[in-house]
Nanobody, 115 residues
């Protein structure tokens, strides 16, 4: 059974930091492309950051320079370090894993940026 379980969400003030983690099980994690997506109320789900099986990364323009995605293939974990958070970063953040035609999603973690 494949599971992607996010943790680390919460409430933070503007300018603050949070670190999201995704623990994967049931897949050969090292061969999967991984990513973080987010969905704000009334908006479509969007890609925030992605990291390939070889470690290549890409980011949405809105988070470049503030967010860092990383993976630990030995621990089967995916992280997203979020710095200089803004109110517009408020959303449910989802962990995603994909390989060929297979794609899996976590249940989501709420991130709220508010004073």
């Amino acid at each position: 059974q494949v599971q992607l379980v996010e943790s680390g969400g919460g409430l933070v003030q503007p300018g603050g930091s949070l670190r999201l983690s995704c623990a994967a099980s049931g897949i050969i994690f090292s061969i999967y492309g991984m990513g973080w997506y987010r969905q704000a109320p009334g908006k479509q789900r969007e890609l925030v950051a992605a990291i390939s099986s070889s470690g290549r990364t890409n980011y949405a323009d809105s988070v470049k320079g503030r967010f860092t995605i990383s993976r630990d293939n030995a621990k089967n974990t995916l992280d997203l370090q979020m710095n200089s958070l803004k109110p517009e970063d408020t959303a449910v953040y989802y962990c995603n894993g994909h390989w060929t035609t297979r794609e899996y999603w976590g249940q989501g973690a709420q991130v709220t940026v508010s004073s």
